[in-house]
């Protein structure tokens, strides 16, 4: 059974900067990619940034230069460090894994990050 579990979100005023972890536990496998979707109210999900097939990165265009992805193969904990929030940032943020094992789809639980103006 994988488990994915989203830590950090949160309330923060414009410019300021969270960062969000993300746990994955059992067997996953080989894994094809790994990272962080986020869905608004009223929008459908999007891809924010993700790690694809080892280590290339892929970043939304609305959060490039201002968000990070990082990982820490030790601790099988993924991050997503947010620096400059927007108002438009706010969303329940999602930790996503696609394992090579019949490319399987594994979702967090989300977390909100909420950016006020």
């Known amino acids: 059974q994988v488990q994915l579990v989203e830590s950090g979100g949160g309330l923060v005023q414009a410019g300021e900067s969270l960062t969000l972890s993300c746990t994955i536990s059992?067997?996953?496998?080989?894994?094809?990619?790994m990272g962080w979707y986020r869905q608004a109210p009223g929008k459908e999900r999007e891809l924010v940034a993700r790690f694809l097939q080892g280590s290339s990165t892929n970043y939304a265009d609305s959060v490039q230069g201002r968000f990070t992805i990082s990982r820490d193969n030790a601790k099988n904990t993924i991050y997503l460090q947010m620096n400059n929030l927007k108002p438009e940032d706010t969303a329940v943020y999602y930790c996503?894994?696609?394992?090579?094992?019949?490319?399987?789809?594994?979702w967090g639980q989300g977390t909100q990050v909420t950016v006020s103006s």
């Open positions: 996503h894994v696609i394992t090579y094992r019949h490319y399987m789809n594994y």
């Open positions: 059992g067997s996953t496998g080989r894994i094809h990619s």
